[in-house]
């Protein structure tokens, strides 16, 4: 089985934004391993008993399920009233529990807790307003720059860069590639759940 997460972002002493997505989508599981890892490395000194270290763990997993929940209510385009209800519910859950750990509010809990509710409620909701495609792009222009590294002339570089970019997003060429996918995939199996889905369940 892959890690779930990239482990030289972790030795480099940060996680990005979809390591954590991913942390949060698998808190369960995660938290879980934690917890055996924990255990068993514990020092002789430590002051933690295996309960405590458990409870630990499984309180910072509820911690991730509900910032999950309250993210994904934020995310979501036109949210309806039910939804605006169920965001209060989860980042209501998600801010006590953060603060009952004695961790850090930050601006981002801060706006989380206090605006996020109003900013669902404008036309469009926040997923609107977000601004993931920035972030995409990012990535996508970075992977290119590292695959035309070796090209020292900048217009060649450019060119290069601006015609991957081209073939990667001409509606034609997706559309081929989808049908060639799908008349070659075999298809989920019968009755078959996939993972996200029975996480959201």
Do not use: C, F
């Given at each position: 089985m892959p890690p779930l997460v990239k482990?030289?972002?972790?030795?480099?002493?940060?996680?990005?934004?979809?390591?954590?997505?991913?942390?949060?989508?698998n808190a369960s599981v995660i938290f879980a391993k934690f917890a055996s890892i924990l255990k068993a490395n514990k020092k002789k000194d430590c002051e933690l008993c295996d309960a405590c270290i458990d409870a630990l763990c499984a309180r910072f997993s509820s911690l991730f399920v509900l910032w999950d929940g309250a993210f994904s209510y934020a995310s979501?385009?036109?949210?309806s009233a039910e939804d605006i209800i169920q965001y209060r519910r989860f980042?209501?859950?998600?801010?006590?529990?953060?603060?009952?750990?004695?961790?850090?509010?930050?601006?981002?809990?801060?706006l989380m807790w206090k605006h996020v509710e109003l900013q669902m409620r404008l036309p469009g909701g926040l997923a609107w307003k977000?601004?993931?495609?920035?972030?995409?792009?990012?990535?996508?222009?970075?992977?290119?720059r590292a695959q035309f590294s070796?090209?020292?002339?900048?217009?060649?570089?450019?060119?290069?860069?601006?015609?991957?970019?081209?073939?990667?997003?001409?509606?034609?060429?997706?559309?081929?590639?989808d049908k060639v996918t799908g008349d070659t995939a075999k298809g989920p199996r019968k009755e078959h759940v996939s993972k996200e889905t029975s996480r959201k369940r």
């Open positions: 482990m030289q972002a972790y030795h480099g002493g940060t996680m990005t934004g979809k390591d954590i997505q991913k942390v949060m989508e979501k385009l036109d949210p980042v209501t859950a998600a801010v006590h529990a953060h603060m009952q750990e004695d961790l850090s509010v930050t601006p981002k809990v801060h977000r601004e993931d495609w920035v972030d995409h792009m990012h990535q996508v222009t970075n992977r290119w070796t090209t020292t002339n900048r217009d060649t570089r450019s060119t290069a860069m601006a015609r991957a970019y081209q073939q990667n997003t001409h509606p034609e060429s997706n559309a081929w590639k």
